[in-house]
């Protein structure tokens, strides 16, 4: 059955969701990032992220924040778009924008089972680890996707 209902919701409902599947024994991952031009590093890290538990919560970056870490140029495509790209894909369940630099304060306020980074991060230099682990959760770093970023398909264009 398709989903044709963008799943793009708010902290709270997004909190209210997390203790739900919790209390039916359901594992929520969440997974963060901007995703601004998607890609099959993307895919192939959401699809990995999914198989971690039973729902799958992505936080996006906002536009404000990917300006704020990728520089004035960034985002290619608004918050909104990437987020609705992102909720047509199998692998995820639902997705929350959030404004901030890092997922800290939104991975404290959901308390997943797991977090998820990509393997061009180490756990022990994450500052949500901390976190995660403070309530019981677990911080899984998956396979990193080689020559595979949104950085590599840009300079790409602007070769042209």
């Not at 709270?12 to 991952?29: P, Q, Y």
């Not at 140029?73 to 692998?91: M, Q, W, Y």
């Not at 997943?112 to 180490?122: E, F, L, N, R």
Request: contains cysteine; negative net charge; glycine residues 8%.
């Amino acid at each position: 059955m398709e989903r044709w209902v963008f799943m793009n919701i708010d902290r709270k409902l997004a909190s209210e969701l997390v203790e739900e599947a919790k209390r039916s024994g359901k594992k929520v991952v969440f997974t963060n990032g901007c995703f601004d031009i998607l890609h099959t590093g993307h895919v192939t890290y959401l699809n990995e992220a999914k198989r971690q538990g039973d729902i799958l919560i992505v936080g996006v970056n906002s536009d404000k924040s990917v300006k704020k870490l990728k520089g004035e140029t960034r985002p290619i495509n608004s918050e909104n778009d990437r987020a609705f790209v992102l909720d047509g894909l199998k692998a995820v369940d639902y997705t929350v924008i959030f404004d901030e630099d890092t997922p800290e304060e939104l991975i404290a306020y959901l308390k997943p089972s797991i977090h998820v980074k990509g393997g061009d991060y180490k756990k022990e230099d994450l500052p949500e680890t901390k976190i995660v682990e403070s309530y019981g959760g677990e911080v899984i770093i998956l396979n990193f996707v080689e020559g595979k970023s949104t950085t590599n398909i840009i300079e790409k264009i602007n070769k042209k």
